[in-house]
């Protein structure tokens, strides 16, 4: 739910703070949710503890989740011959329902197909295409991918023990190389934006195809995605503890959350680069909150008000995609020379609400309704749409 209000605001230039990322150092509310949507997928692969992920499994769920990450980049760089408006929507819109009953549905030979996409994707990026020479390739759905896939892999494969140890190899190998190795053509190690090693690899590997406010470094980078997969260990070792040693978890949250201020003074809490001081500080606070919420719902019975939670968390992937698909499909639709969804906003809130930040929260807060109106009907009729 937070998801959905932080990445639909209203109005882009008017959010309140906490719905911000943090600037550059430092960590605010909103940079809390994607670390936490890490963690609890350690937490859905280990809670099962020793079972065993198949292969099979995890390069069908990998590949759906990369792709559908990719088709986000993809989706405004579709073009037919010189189509514009409602025909080329049309278009994009058929793209995405083919897309989405190949994702959210299974079938036989369904790995072969992702494989064939995730080829196909990589030719139109690097195979000389003129409307996909930019398209970005790394995000949020690529990183989750990632970590799903290592994380599944480490499943019933690699002991408790040996879980911390490899989250403590990733956080310290990162920092090290963060803080000690040099940056080519730029001088001497530094977290600076833009002239950090994180941002030199992004530009050096995937030139072209980064994130298009920056466009030579990515904020879900190649390198930054090693201390990510040490989020998704703190999920997969609270997973194994959090119904049995729920004080426990609870304490090594707290834990955490003081080794990453502390770490923070050397290595600065980071989103954007995930530095390990971000990892053990947010990480601790998802283990705070996971002992709390097990603590009130599970122990003391207090479940009235989780429905609408656990209306959001049955669909999660649906949800992301349609609502990175749907502003950018109405906004390929423009009245009075605004997008759709900017005239909608105006009209709807801006012209009667005279503060523009409670403007802009008014209108992410009705996508959140719509949302839930939407997922409440799925919810009703057993509609669960997984990848």
Known sequence: ???????????????????????????????????FFLFIVGVSVSINKSTQVSLVKILSRTLSL?????????????????WTGIPLLIVRLIATGIISMLFFTDYPRKLSVLIFLFFGALILAFGGFEDFATVRLPGVLPRIALVYALLASLQGRLHAKGLVYLSLFFLIAYWGIMVYIPVPGIG?????????????????????????VTKTWDPEGILSTLPAFATGILGM??????????????????????????????????????TSSFVLYTGGWAMVFLSVLYWLIDMKGSQKWTK????????????????????????????????????LQDFLFASRISDPFLASFAGALTYLIIWYLILLNFYRRGMIFKV
């Open 188 to 212: 001497p190690a530094n977290l600076h934006e833009g002239t950090n090693l994180a941002a030199y690899v992004d530009n050096l590997l995937l030139p072209g195809h980064l994130w298009s």
């Open 237 to 274: 070792l609270a997973g194994l503890y959090f119904r049995s040693q729920t004080r426990l978890l609870a304490m090594a949250g707290l834990t955490c959350i003081v080794l990453g201020a502390f770490w923070d003074l050397n290595f600065p809490i980071n989103k954007a680069l995930w």
């Open 308 to 343: 609408p939670f656990v209306i959001f968390g049955v669909n999660p992937m649906l949800v992301f995609f349609f609502s990175g698909i749907i502003p950018r499909a109405l906004n390929m639709v423009e009245i009075e020379g605004k997008g759709l969804t900017a005239y």
């Open 66 to 82: 990369l792709l559908l990450g990719w088709f986000l980049s993809f989706f405004s760089k579709i073009h037919v011959a010189d």
């Open 1 to 35: 739910m937070m998801m959905t209000i932080v990445n639909n605001p209203g109005d882009w230039g008017h959010i309140y703070a906490p719905l911000e990322h943090a600037a550059w150092n430092g960590c605010t509310p909103t940079d809390l949710v994607f670390p």
